[in-house]
């Protein structure tokens, strides 16, 4: 074998790169970078690994990423913004197709028609779902698509305030202040109900003569952070409405089976985490940002990322797809683009699809259903633990709410020190977010968790709070 | 020499159109009957204002016609592993299959962010080698593995960039980022999303910056400029000490846009340039997939000076275990949610292990040389040139013009461009950079073969000669691919918008 020969590289053995050497008329490489000023070039040995054979790739990637837990390994009821759901077989076999997984963002149409139609069909089964209109190909993710709704609304409206609850996730609400602030935006939060965690309607209004005039968008998210659901939809979004400020609503997609759509609640933009919708935890990523807006040109203009188009062959006779209203965006508009956005999550769109068009109308409301009955099983259970509250919240719950221990003693650390040992994850702890809620733990129950997984976890959380007493 | 090629077209109908009443593609798990038993009426769960009434229109499929259907939509789809993608500045190198194959394991798939440290080293372990590694291989201090995508890594250092002047009480004063007429759209967008102005500065007749243009740009209004090196033109900007020195000089910072790292790896650093924040893009120049469009990854790297502004968390070594730092009081916050695309960052982490230290010396040797390659058979054809810098040798691109073309037969780059897909082989980046006419930029990589580079050569001088003898053919292509040359005027009319099915089925019915 060649010393200079890679598999990855048709052109690095000897003889071919002579040919070709000869053919341009130089007789080394280093010609080609005669441009490059001799001091530049690196002249130590750079602290990087040896050539590796694909199986001591193979051994040695295994053997680090060995040393993680999985959560089929042991039962864990996180969620927090990814989780858990089962990922059907199929969209692996599909999505590894080398037609899909190796191609660039789909600029010539042509020749791209499979991923433009797959688009087209995420961007339509997510219309459906939201009962919104207007969707696009992707973004980032939940918490980036809302510092994006953030800004359209601004250009929108022309006004600097963005309203957004108190419960919120932190990472959201940290990437929002991120898109935002450099906007010149301000972030204003509203508080909420100690009892139910619902939106308190009286400091929305009063938030909006504080800042009269100049409140471009109300923020809220169904189900919430800590999981419970806000109720008053229609009421926050009159109340935007009347001020002339923009309702954006963010959204887990695997309630919307059984839970009201938020273009049913005349929502100007949501956005929201496709993740669950077949993609995997991946420690967090990739994820699957959902953006969609209303049928109407001022908004359309103004939306951020790709968008794929329906229209038909210039000789009329096909039907065929095209990425569209291109003139939104960065290669085109440049400093005067909606956003700079480029690459997106697109094959974590394809996943979703898929996942969509397997589920199907009644799968959907399945899925949903099953997350009920389970997640509401698990706080039944826990709640009759004496010492465990769950939910805290006196409001309606979809698949994540609050434990709270209040037994002298049990701390969330405890608790979660305990369960580790017996082999179980919990939740995620929200103290240092919500020290108000005490001893609390965001636990998430989805279709995946058995009776038996969650009678697992309350019995074990039983004998760790009883055994503190 | 030319390929004989005719893509799948199967008229695939849509989703919603195939499918039949009743039928289903997943049976989502039945909750326990004890479950249902003591959880009761989930209608009472959810208050009648907040149900959702209508089941959402979604199709009904089997399985198999799931299947069925996305196979043929991917049969009609073209990638890396179908053929030769010298697509310009994307750099469309192979992917190699390992990496997807351990970016499967449960072990990634199947851990969640919140973890408890001690239960995810593997994938902390993974991350915080890395960052070591890219930061060798560019010359930087410290990276954060947050962004998700090239322009999302611009985002993060445009951010930082701010950081930094705010962190001095300059701010208020810095408010203009310079960029080169020649850089990718992501710049300038970048840096207005950033809430700074752009300026401009043009281009010399080698295609490099301007440096007297550059001077009288910067001020001690200059935050920043952002550059990439080599150019979009695939030119090594040879003065860019002198660069770094004037925009330092006045106090701004040297951001680096990484899409056009592949011609310098492992032997030019951003860091020995001068570059104060570098992005990369691991789905260019690390090999990793480009999904259709994402999942990519951007990290940032940054010198001593600007660690403090990076985004939390980042991942630390104590000696005995990884964990994850977010008390970082100067930060910038968040980026997006979590880490950053870990199952990206492990088919990088491959990567390198696969190449190491000489074999990614040879990635960029060998993707000069390809280029070079072209360059020379290109030049030979009839109605294509090479603007700017005429005998200055290309790194990992070369941007040829059809305006001869053009001004003899009609025929634009558009028309080479899909003419192309006729032979198999996917066009190369048109229309860009914007200071060349009818542009046609083009990346072999190190990837392509010299065999594949000599078909798209022959492919190119049949096109020359079709565009003198019968321009009918070029212009009315592309003929073999799935649809012929699609409407895209059509697509964008308000009238004929057409971006969902609901939206299409509503218009139809009006």
Redo the contacts between chains.
């Keep these: 074998m060649e010393k200079?020969a890679?598999p990855?590289?048709?052109?690095?053995p000897r003889k071919?790169?002579n040919?070709?050497?000869k053919?341009?008329?130089?007789n080394d490489?280093s010609?080609?970078?005669?441009?490059?000023?001799e001091r530049?070039?690196?002249k130590g040995?750079?602290?990087?690994?040896?050539?590796?054979s694909?199986y001591?790739?193979?051994k040695?990637?295994?053997r680090?990423?060995?040393?993680?837990?999985?959560?089929?390994d042991?039962c864990?009821f996180?969620g927090?913004?990814?989780w858990?759901h089962?990922i059907?077989a199929?969209i692996?076999?599909?999505?590894?197709?080398?037609?899909?997984?190796?191609?660039?963002?789909?600029?010539?149409?042509?020749?791209?028609?499979?991923?433009l139609?797959?688009?087209?069909?995420y961007?339509?089964?997510?219309?459906?779902?939201l009962?919104m209109?207007?969707?696009n190909?992707?973004m980032?993710?939940?918490?980036?698509a809302l510092g994006e709704a953030a800004?359209m609304t601004n250009r929108l409206t022309k006004k600097k305030v963005f309203l957004v609850p108190k419960i919120i996730?932190p990472?959201?609400f940290?990437?929002l202040?991120?898109?935002a602030e450099?906007?010149?935006i301000k972030i204003v939060q509203v508080n909420f109900n100690r009892d139910t965690g619902q939106l308190d309607l009286n400091d929305l209004d009063s938030k909006f003569n504080e800042f009269r005039g100049e409140v471009a968008g109300v923020y809220i998210e169904n189900p919430s952070y800590l999981g419970f659901?806000e109720?008053q939809?229609?009421e926050v979004s009159d109340i935007a409405h009347r001020n002339e400020s923009l309702l954006v609503v963010g959204v887990d997609p695997t309630s919307?089976?059984?839970?009201?759509?938020p273009g049913d609640y005349d929502a100007d933009i949501v956005v929201g985490e496709g993740q669950p919708l077949g993609n995997?935890?991946?420690?967090?990523?990739?994820?699957l940002g959902i953006f969609a807006t209303k049928?109407d040109?001022k908004f359309?203009r103004q939306m951020p990322g790709?968008?794929?188009?329906?229209?038909?062959?210039?000789?009329g006779?096909?039907r065929?797809?095209?990425m569209?209203?291109q003139?939104r965006?960065?290669?085109?508009?440049?400093?005067?683009?909606t956003?700079?956005?480029?690459?997106?999550?697109?094959?974590?769109a394809?996943a979703a699809?898929?996942y969509?068009?397997?589920?199907?109308?009644?799968?959907?409301?399945?899925?949903g259903?099953?997350i009920?009955?389970?997640s509401?099983?698990a706080m039944?259970?826990l709640n009759a633990i004496d010492g465990v509250k769950a939910p805290y919240f006196k409001a309606?719950?979809f698949k994540e709410f609050l434990v709270t221990f209040y037994r002298e003693g049990i701390s969330v650390e405890t608790v979660?020190e305990k369960l580790?040992e017996k082999g179980i994850?919990g939740g995620?702890n929200v103290k240092r977010e919500f020290p108000e809620f005490g001893e609390s733990m965001l636990l998430c129950v989805t279709?995946?968790h058995?009776?038996e997984d969650?009678d697992e976890l309350v019995s074990a959380i039983k004998e760790i709070v009883e055994g503190g007493r | 020499m030319v390929k004989e090629f005719q893509?799948a077209k199967w008229?695939?109908p849509?989703?919603?159109e195939i499918?039949g009443e009743g039928?289903?593609?997943?049976i989502?798990?039945?909750?326990?009957d004890?479950?249902?038993k003591?959880?009761g009426d989930?209608e009472k769960?959810?208050?009648e204002?907040?149900?959702?009434?209508d089941?959402?229109?979604?199709?009904?499929?089997s399985?198999v016609e799931?299947?069925q259907?996305?196979?043929?939509?991917?049969?009609?789809?073209?990638?890396?592993?179908?053929g030769f993608?010298p697509?310009g500045s994307?750099t469309?190198?192979?992917?190699?299959r390992?990496n997807?194959?351990?970016a499967?394991?449960?072990?990634?798939?199947?851990?969640?962010?919140?973890?408890?440290e001690?239960?995810?080293?593997?994938?902390l372990?993974?991350m915080y080698k890395l960052e070591?590694?890219l930061a060798?291989?560019t010359?930087m201090h410290r990276f954060t593995l947050q962004p998700?995508?090239?322009?999302?890594g611009?985002?993060t250092g445009?951010?930082l960039i701010?950081a930094y002047h705010e962190y001095n009480g300059e701010l208020d004063k810095r408010d203009e980022i310079i960029v080169p007429d020649s850089a990718?759209?992501?710049n300038?967008?970048?840096?207005?999303?950033?809430?700074f102005k752009?300026i401009v500065v043009p281009s010399n007749e080698n295609g490099c910056v301007d440096i007297e243009a550059l001077k009288a740009a910067v001020s001690e209004r200059t935050a920043g400029l952002m550059l990439t090196n080599p150019n979009t033109l695939g030119?090594?900007e040879?003065r860019?000490?002198e660069i770094a020195r004037i925009v330092h000089d006045v106090g701004g910072l040297l951001y680096y846009d990484g899409a056009n790292l592949n011609a310098?790896v492992?032997?030019?650093?951003p860091g020995?340039?001068g570059f104060d924040i570098v992005h990369l893009n691991l789905?260019k120049t690390f090999?990793t997939?480009?999904?259709?469009?994402?999942?990519?990854a951007?990290p940032i790297g940054v010198t001593k000076e600007l660690e403090k502004f990076l985004p939390?968390p980042l991942v630390e070594y104590d000696g005995e275990k990884y964990y994850l730092d977010w008390d970082r009081p100067h930060s910038?916050?968040?980026?997006?949610?979590?880490?950053?695309?870990?199952?990206?960052l492990?088919k990088a982490?491959?990567y390198?292990?696969?190449?190491?230290?000489?074999?990614?010396k040879?990635?960029a040797?060998?993707s000069?040389?390809?280029t070079?390659?072209l360059v020379?058979?290109l030049k030979e054809i009839k109605g294509f040139e090479l603007p700017y810098g005429k005998d200055?040798?290309r790194k990992h691109e070369c941007v040829f013009s059809a305006s001869p073309l053009k001004r003899d037969t009609k025929v634009r780059a558009l028309n080479v461009?899909?003419r192309l897909?006729d032979f198999g082989i996917?066009?190369p980046?048109?229309y860009?950079p914007l200071i060349v006419h009818e542009a046609l930029m083009i990346e072999p990589t190190?990837?392509?073969?010299?065999e594949q580079m000599d078909e798209f050569i022959e492919s190119l001088r049949k096109i020359s000669e079709e565009a003198y003898s019968n321009p009918e053919i070029v212009l009315s292509a592309?003929h073999n691919?799935?649809?012929?040359?699609?409407?895209?005027a059509?697509?964008?009319r308000?009238k004929?918008?057409?971006?969902?099915?609901?939206?299409?089925l509503?218009k139809s019915s009006e």
């Excluded at chain 1, 980032?140 to 980036?144: G, I």
């Excluded at chain 2, 492992?266 to 650093?269: D, E, F, P, Q």
């Excluded at chain 2, 190190?446 to 010299?450: G, L, N, Q, S």
Aim: charge should be neutral; hydrophobic fraction near 40%.
């Design positions: 200079d890679h990855y590289i048709p052109n690095s071919i790169r040919t070709l050497l053919e341009i008329g130089v490489i010609e080609l970078y005669s441009d490059v000023p530049l070039f690196y040995k750079l602290k990087l690994p040896k050539v590796h694909e001591e790739i193979f040695q990637v295994r680090m990423l060995k040393k993680n837990r999985t959560v089929l042991m864990t996180l927090a913004g990814v858990p089962y059907p199929v692996k076999a599909l999505i590894s197709r080398g037609e899909f997984l190796t191609s660039y963002t789909p600029y010539q149409a042509e020749i791209s028609q499979g991923m139609q797959t688009l087209f069909e961007q339509s089964l997510m219309a459906e779902l009962e209109p207007v969707v190909a992707s980032y993710d939940w918490a980036s800004l996730h990472e959201r940290s990437t202040k991120t898109y450099s906007a010149g659901l109720t939809v229609d919307l089976g059984v839970i009201r759509p995997p935890l991946n420690f967090g990523g990739p994820l049928d040109m359309i790709r968008i794929i188009g329906m229209t038909k062959s210039e000789d006779k096909y065929g797809f095209v569209t209203l003139t965006e960065q290669h085109i508009r440049r400093e005067r683009a956003s700079n956005i480029c690459s997106n999550e697109a094959l974590c394809v699809a898929i969509l068009s397997l589920l199907g109308k009644k799968g959907i409301v399945e899925l259903k099953t009920l009955y389970n509401h099983y039944k259970k309606p719950h979660h580790l994850h995620k279709e995946i058995t009776k969650i | 893509q008229l695939e849509l989703i919603f499918g039928r289903i593609g997943h989502v798990p039945n909750p326990d004890e479950v249902k003591e959880v989930i769960l959810i208050p204002k907040l149900r959702r009434k089941e959402p229109k979604l199709p009904e499929l399985e799931v299947v259907h996305y196979t043929r939509l991917s049969q009609m789809n073209y990638g890396v592993d179908t993608y697509l994307c469309m190198k192979y992917n190699p390992i997807e194959e351990l499967s394991m449960e072990e990634v798939m199947w851990i969640h962010p919140y973890q408890d001690r239960t995810v080293q593997g994938a372990e993974l070591r590694w060798e291989i010359g998700a995508a090239g322009a999302h611009e985002f445009v951010q701010r990718h759209g992501t300038p967008a970048s840096a207005a999303m950033g809430g752009v030119i090594f040879e860019i000490e310098i492992g032997k030019v650093r020995d340039m789905h090999g997939p480009h999904g259709g469009g994402g999942p990519g951007g939390v910038i916050g968040k980026v997006k949610g979590f880490y950053g695309n870990f199952n990206v492990v982490f491959a390198i292990l696969a190449l190491g230290e000489e074999g990614l040879t990635v040797e060998i000069v040389l390809n070079n390659y020379k058979k200055k040798p461009a899909k897909l996917h066009a980046t048109m860009f190190e990837t392509a073969t010299k592309p691919t799935s649809v012929t040359k699609l409407d895209e059509m697509a964008a308000p004929t918008l057409f971006l969902t099915w609901k939206m299409y509503k």
